[in-house]
């Protein structure tokens, strides 16, 4: 449930931002109809700024928005971000995407949020059964860059280790390359290219997506099995080195294919590799975007 001490600190925050003109728009949260739900509200006047909440159900990763034509016109923006979406401003800042010196960054600390078929049951409580796998690795349950920031009143989560997260990666590791084609060759076939992992995801930002280029054409349109597989792996080659682990993707995936263990693979390559991870330094150069000659390069035969 949302903390009203939490909610006061945000909509104070936001309304001193929007008097002074510092921002012109804040981006933040706000309570759904349904009590288990929150959903995003763009905030112009100060008098709406008592719209602002936030709580275990926060789900949404509002970074997407800084991308849109219809934010930017805005200029200045206030934006609210817990430690996984202020990875995003951080990837989205690296990539000359946005300005750091036009968004006023207020952090948020979170223990976690509720997985969204659990909230729907009526679940109100953190735990480690009831959020994401992405909660349970997270170690940056305080935002790492801010203008300000709002600590928690909630309890930390609490690990056992019962629930290992990404279990499913570690036995796709011990799966013969036959296995694992098949397994992904299952999932992929339920795609019906809707791109609504595109859409949710902060770091998909051209302006012309792959999919849509036609001469030449990249990438096979039809829903059948070369054009899924090509569309899910092109898209994670794209993020590679670059996705924050937010879970948007497989989170707005209408058919429930397990993206973010794409996802998490590549991300746990690239650190072992590289030994980085993204949306961690403003300052560091994307890993694919720079050139070292002690990069890991055995592949290379």
Not at 29 to 58: C, W
Not at 85 to 112: H, T
Not at 210 to 228: A, F, L, Y
């Amino acid at each position: 449930m949302a903390n009203a001490n939490t909610d006061e600190k945000l909509q104070k925050i936001a309304k001193d931002l929007l008097e002074s003109g510092e921002a012109s728009l804040v981006i933040g949260y706000a309570k759904g109809s349904n009590p288990q739900r929150m959903r995003p509200v763009f905030i112009t006047k100060p008098e709406e700024a008592d719209k602002l909440s936030f709580g275990p159900h926060a789900v949404q990763d509002l970074a997407v928005f800084l991308k849109k034509p219809e934010v930017k016109k805005f200029g200045k923006i206030g934006i609210i971000v817990k430690g996984c979406d202020e990875k995003a401003v951080n990837a989205l800042i690296q990539e000359y995407q946005v300005s750091r010196d036009d968004i006023k960054i207020i952090g948020v600390e979170c223990n976690g949020v509720i997985r969204q078929d659990i909230a729907d049951k009526g679940e109100t409580a953190v735990s480690e059964t009831t959020v994401y796998d992405k909660c349970l690795i997270c170690k940056e349950h305080t935002p790492l860059l801010y203008d300000f920031l709002v600590e928690s009143e909630e309890p930390a989560l609490a690990i056992s280790g019962n629930v290992k997260p990404y279990a499913k990666l570690e036995e796709l590791e011990s799966m013969s390359e036959k296995e694992k084609n098949a397994f992904w060759a299952k999932e992929f076939d339920k795609c019906i290219k809707c791109y609504a992992c595109r859409q949710a995801c902060p770091l998909c930002y051209c302006s012309r997506c792959i999919v849509e280029k036609n001469m030449p054409q990249w990438i096979d349109t039809n829903i059948e099995e070369t054009g899924n597989a090509q569309w899910n792996l092109i898209r994670a080659y794209h993020l590679s080195g670059r996705c924050i682990g937010c879970g948007e993707c497989e989170r707005a995936c209408p058919v429930n294919i397990p993206l973010m263990l794409i996802n998490e693979k590549m991300a746990r390559d690239v650190y072992n590799m590289f030994g980085y991870k993204s949306g961690l330094d403003i300052n560091a150069k994307p890993v694919f975007g720079v050139f070292s000659e002690s990069d890991f390069n055995d592949f290379i035969k």
